[in-house]
């Protein structure tokens, strides 16, 4: 007998020894078609694994996240037989899931975006046959025989422990080193895409082969697909470099790869963003200071990061010694705190920099302002004593609610814990996670927990926000720091008046600036709410002659603090209101000889709406009410 403990605590006996389909059957068979695998002891195993004894149980299936993921990874494997049935000289690498679709990097002759209808015609085959995944356990040798002629699976196989344990998947005649699991048969796959070709060195190594990576998306349901599709197109429209570009906010150029030039209107949009920061962090109880950009070697080594990040950093020399260009603000703000001491009275003290940073990234990783070399990070380093964690985390948590509301955006939590490797006895980990789990839970959103995913020296929370189309970004994090102040002995004086440890909290909310910069772009679609806009209303004199005039009222609105221009072509009006339209000016006040006569405004907003002879105490009221209060969604007028 088979006792199979369900999440419920239910049990439920079986004569025969059963695999995960029967025990998914015995609850229903639409449930069973519903399941892609099942966890025992915390593994993901396959359904057609036998259980041999009493265990607890229970099932993943389509509507969860690991199971979407267990169809993807089975979806790169339909990829990689469909493309080894066309090219059968093709070599294939590794093929991974990763965070929106698959991909699999393959050697291969060079093929093109035209060539992937073929194959997902082959791949249609594949699923439509219904292969079902079948695991087998070989030795070492064993899969160096099956895979001899890889020589790029033969170096993955080499490099493994000859007691480490090798398995293959196999579905129809297709044969691939897996860990697994994979869902029942491939018919489970209902709705998929190739989406594109790229580049690829093998093992990431630029002095290695050259390989193709095919990537391709799926879902378990074809709607799933199609609303995928939709907001893939959706996003195209929304890119941030074509709007930078058409909205002249800022450009890239080739002088200075993955450091982006802002344009006097993208500049515009920046500084209401910083005013907008340090308004919030001010109310919040933050001082601002600046640290430079270049410090010595000697600095980098007590930080750390001349050690383990010596690779991503810009160096030079001077006079004799050698300097590099910070990749983090953090170590110049330990030396800030240097500079005086501190009571246990004086604490928490809040201090934020927005400081320019430069890392190196690979010439093919960088994609306009979301992966960049250059780049300002709104860092702040709160150091408190122990007993402020919980409360110096929610205020971060609340301030970071404030922060991202204003731009109506969303975001959920996530805790990651103690990583294998880490520094820091186990007391210091526990009070340390115990007080951001505390924090979390006096804030009251629910938070997911990520084990083992912590900084080596500390315990985080990151803030993933979510866009208008539902994507999500990282931006936020709040991560506790325990190597740092060790490294540079950052102390305070206590009640007992002994030395003690300061707690130090690294925390960014818009994270890299550029980078918030192109989501909010890609958020508004270009479309700036009033307050952010780079131009807020644009004056249309319909003839040459009232120019003049409307220079007059520009410097009048400008007095109010109200972003304005003046478009003088000799356009027809038309072609102006249009013009202002497609730049997503959210007030365009049309100037005519009645206007003029009356001291009136007409004026029309991007919403299509027309209001006539206003008088300018009525129009710059609610304007200036609007950029005031930041508002987002409210009407104007």
């Not at 939709?230 to 709007?243: C, F, Q, V, W, Y």
């Not at 959210?586 to 209001?611: N, Y």
């Not at 300018?616 to 609610?622: I, K, L, N, Q, R």
Request: glycine share 6%; proline share 4%; aromatic share 10%.
């Amino acid at each position: 007998m088979i006792n199979i403990t369900f999440p419920d605590n239910s049990i439920k006996s079986f004569e025969n020894i059963p695999t995960g389909m029967d025990v998914a059957k015995s609850i229903s068979d639409g449930f069973a078609r519903n399941c892609v695998a099942m966890k025992i002891d915390d593994r993901l195993l396959d359904l057609n694994g036998q259980i041999t004894e009493d265990t607890a149980i229970s099932f993943i299936t389509a509507n969860d996240d690991e199971g979407l993921e267990i169809l993807r990874h089975s979806s790169a494997h339909v990829m990689a037989e469909a493309v080894l049935n066309i090219y059968a000289d093709a070599k294939l690498t590794i093929g991974p899931v990763v965070e929106d679709g698959f991909y699999y990097d393959i050697d291969m002759e060079p093929i093109s975006k035209d060539d992937l209808g073929a194959i997902e015609d082959e791949m249609k085959k594949i699923i439509k046959a219904k292969n079902t995944f079948e695991r087998q356990v070989v030795s070492k040798q064993e899969a160096l025989e099956i895979f001899k002629d890889n020589p790029f699976k033969l170096e993955i196989i080499n490099d493994l422990d000859e007691a480490q344990e090798i398995s293959l998947y196999q579905n129809g005649k297709f044969i691939d080193l897996c860990r697994g699991p994979h869902i029942p048969h491939t018919g489970m796959i209902k709705g998929f895409k190739l989406l594109k070709i790229s580049g690829a060195y093998w093992r990431a190594d630029q002095t290695r082969e050259q390989l193709q990576r095919l990537y391709g998306i799926s879902f378990f349901d074809k709607k799933k697909l199609n609303k995928y599709i939709h907001m893939i197109e959706e996003a195209k429209k929304r890119d941030h470099r074509k709007l930078g570009t058409k909205l002249d906010l800022y450009s890239f150029h080739d002088e200075a790869a993955g450091m982006p030039f802002f344009h006097a209107k993208g500049i515009e949009v920046w500084n209401t963003l910083l005013d907008y920061w340090r308004e919030e962090h001010k109310t919040a109880g933050y001082v601002e200071t600046k640290t430079p950009v270049m410090l010595n070697r000697k600095l980098w080594e007590q930080s750390g990061h001349w050690e383990n990040y010596r690779e991503n950093m810009y160096t030079s020399v001077i006079d004799d010694e050698e300097y590099a260009i910070k990749p983090m603000n953090c170590p110049g703000g330990m030396l800030l705190y240097k500079t005086k001491a501190y009571s246990y009275r004086d604490l928490p003290l809040r201090v934020g920099e927005i400081g320019m940073v430069h890392r190196h990234e690979l010439s093919g990783a960088l994609s306009g302002l979301f992966r960049v070399r250059a780049f300002h990070q709104d860092d702040a380093h709160i150091f408190m004593t122990p007993d402020q964690i919980e409360s110096e985390v929610l205020r971060v948590l609340i301030l970071a609610k404030v922060i991202y509301s204003r731009f109506g955006l969303n975001f959920h939590l996530e805790l990651s814990t103690r990583p294998k490797k880490s520094i820091g006895s186990d007391e210091q980990w526990e009070n340390a996670t115990n007080g951001l789990k505390s924090a979390l839970e006096r804030y009251g959103q629910k938070f997911f927990i990520n084990e083992g995913d912590g900084a080596f020296y500390g315990p985080k929370i990151d803030i993933h926000i979510k866009d208008a189309l539902g994507r999500t970004w990282q931006c936020g994090t709040v991560q506790l720091d325990m190597s740092l102040p060790e490294r540079f002995d950052l102390t305070y004086k206590g009640k007992d008046n002994e030395k003690h440890r300061p707690v130090m909290i690294h925390r960014v909310i818009y994270g890299s600036l550029e980078r918030f910069f192109g989501i909010l772009v890609e958020h508004f679609a270009g479309k700036f709410p009033l307050w952010l806009a780079p131009v807020q209303a644009i004056l249309l004199p319909i003839n040459q002659d009232l120019a003049d005039y409307a220079d007059q009222l520009k410097s009048e609105l400008e007095t109010y603090q109200i972003r304005c221009e003046v478009d003088k072509r000799s356009e027809t009006l038309k072609k102006k209101i249009r013009d202002a339209q497609l730049n997503y000016v959210p007030l365009i006040l049309t100037i005519g000889d009645k206007e003029k006569e009356t001291k009136t405004l007409s004026v029309r907003t991007l919403d299509g709406e027309v209001r006539m002879g206003i008088d300018m105490f009525d129009f710059v009221a609610p304007v200036s009410h609007h950029i005031k209060e930041r508002t987002l969604n409210e009407p104007i007028f």
